[in-house]
């Protein structure tokens, strides 16, 4: 019996990883989820990977990680002109793009009633307007290859309740999940797919997931015990390679499949018994 081998087909994917850091009481999850994996596990998958974020440090490290050929474009997501100016750069770096992830989010841990209009504003700005401005940067190539964009969003959004001490987040990611469909109603040659992400520490070290950084340690301790009697928490951990890879499926599939949203989450913690 002949033996077939797989080779993976050349994908331009341009990979947006973070905003502009606001202050010690906002962090980046996407920063945290391992850049370096993600960006070696689509290389190895025959991408050829623009990374876009802010700092241009941590963008180098990762992009060394990920191999000769991967771009490192500075973005900052809350700005239009630099939204245009860096994906018009991965383009021609790339030439063309087929596919685009946003991964930038902030999460503040603080209560609806302590949020102010400056952190709302600065939340969505980063987890829902970003992401408009540079698909709105990308639309026209990713409508010339019929490509896809996925948007990481998260399970707070659509498939528990409000965290508390997250709700300005989880409302700004349902807010996310919208803009997804609306981006899909008017442009219905591009594959736009929601990927509703679970418990994911990231990788080790640096690549770990910088998401509570600058909680406030007592309200940490205090909804952590709200989250786990209200069973939210898993009790395990994603590994980000399984992340990446269903990633890359869905990329791959765009131009034939529809695949609205999907989501990819680690299986609770087996009960001990009692």
């Known amino acids: 019996m002949k033996q077939w081998e797989f080779t993976p087909a050349l994908l331009n994917v341009v990979l947006i990883v973070s905003a502009v850091w606001l ?3 906002f962090a980046e999850p996407a920063m945290g989820l391992a850049l370096g994996v993600f960006l070696a596990g689509l290389a190895q998958r025959g991408a050829q990977v623009a990374l876009l974020a802010r700092r241009r440090g941590r963008l180098d490290d990762a992009a060394k990680e990920a191999g000769p050929g ?3 474009v500075e973005c900052d997501v809350t700005d239009p002109a630099s939204c245009r100016s860096a994906v ?7 030439g063309g793009i087929d596919a685009l992830v946003y991964a930038p989010g902030i999460g503040p841990l603080v209560k609806l009633v302590d949020t102010d209009a400056d952190t709302w504003r600065r939340i969505f700005d980063t987890n829902v307007t970003g992401a408009a401005l540079v698909t709105a940067a990308a639309v026209s190539h990713l409508a010339a290859s019929t490509g896809a964009a996925v948007y990481l969003s998260s399970v707070s959004a659509s498939q528990t309740p409000p965290w ?13 999940d919208k803009l997804v469909e609306a981006w899909r109603a008017e442009h219905p040659d591009i594959g736009f797919t929601r990927v509703v992400v679970g418990d994911c520490a990231g990788g080790e070290g640096d690549a770990r997931t910088q998401f509570s950084e600058g909680w406030d340690l007592e309200l940490t301790a ?6 786990a009697a209200r069973s939210y928490l898993s009790g395990t951990l994603m590994d980000v390679e399984r992340l990446v890879a269903v ?22 913690a087996p009960t001990q018994p009692s």
């Open 247 to 268: 990633v890359d499926a869905v990329l791959r599939d765009g131009a034939t499949l529809s695949v609205p949203s999907i989501t990819v989450a680690p299986r609770p």
């Open 88 to 94: 018009a750069e991965a383009a021609e770096g790339l």
């Open 222 to 227: 205090e909804v952590i015990q709200t989250w």
């Open 164 to 176: 508390p001490g997250l709700g300005a987040y989880a409302v700004s990611k349902a807010a996310l």
């Open 23 to 25: 202050s010690p009481r």
């Open 70 to 72: 991967a771009l490192v």
